[in-house]
């Protein structure tokens, strides 16, 4: 096979394969450059995905779920095929009420396998339609978390490296730092 009829077969593998529309869940507390890593290869993947960011009172968030939209509303408007919700219950509801074919989860490193292994296997369990898909985000991000952009941030440290400008604001708003 030539490299030129390898590449085509590839392509019409990827058509065929193609799954429309995936949901990206998460607290969102607030989106980092690492989440929109991730948003970035999952926009590439599939034709629509839903960014749903969950109420998640249990994480005690310092932003609300209003604000939380609007930052990651802010920052994804460069990708046509991605929309942002909110929502409160099972992930598994939301993913029927949408009709979507997946959900997406980042993997930073090892660390995060255990919890996202059980989320995999318990959405499973409620869906058994629902895949759970990983991506790994490029390793700059690998050590990157919204808890701890909060714990620099609050403390007046420089985090312009780790979430987009208006996200950098509204932190030193929220940390009056
Ligand atoms: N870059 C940077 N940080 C990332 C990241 C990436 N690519 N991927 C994950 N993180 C960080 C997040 O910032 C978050 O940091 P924090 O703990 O410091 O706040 C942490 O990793 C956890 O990631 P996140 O995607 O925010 O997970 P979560 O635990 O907040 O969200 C839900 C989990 C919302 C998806 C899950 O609880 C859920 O589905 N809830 C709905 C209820 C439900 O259906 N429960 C049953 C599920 S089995």
Do not use: W
């Amino acid at each position: 096979m030539t490299e030129q009829s390898c590449g085509i077969a590839n392509f019409l593998l990827l058509l065929c394969c193609r799954m429309k529309h995936c949901i990206y869940p998460g607290t969102f507390d607030p989106i980092t450059y690492g989440h929109l890593d991730v948003l970035s290869r999952a926009a590439k993947l599939f034709d629509q995905v839903t960014i749903a960011i969950a109420a998640n009172a249990g994480k005690e968030p310092i932003f609300s779920t209003e604000e939380r939209f609007n930052l990651v509303q802010n920052n994804v408007a460069q990708f046509k095929n991605v929309k942002v919700v909110g929502f409160t219950g099972l992930l598994v509801d939301l993913a029927r009420d949408l009709k979507a074919d997946a959900i997406i989860r980042g993997l930073r490193a090892l660390s995060d396998f255990e919890f996202e292994f059980n989320m995999a296997l318990m959405n499973r369990h409620l869906e058994p339609k629902l895949e759970t898909l990983f991506v790994m985000p490029n390793e700059q991000f690998s050590y990157t978390s919204s808890s701890l952009v909060k714990q620099v941030a609050k403390y007046g440290g420089d985090v312009k490296h780790f979430v987009p400008p208006d996200v950098a604001a509204a932190l030193k708003k929220a940390y009056k730092v």
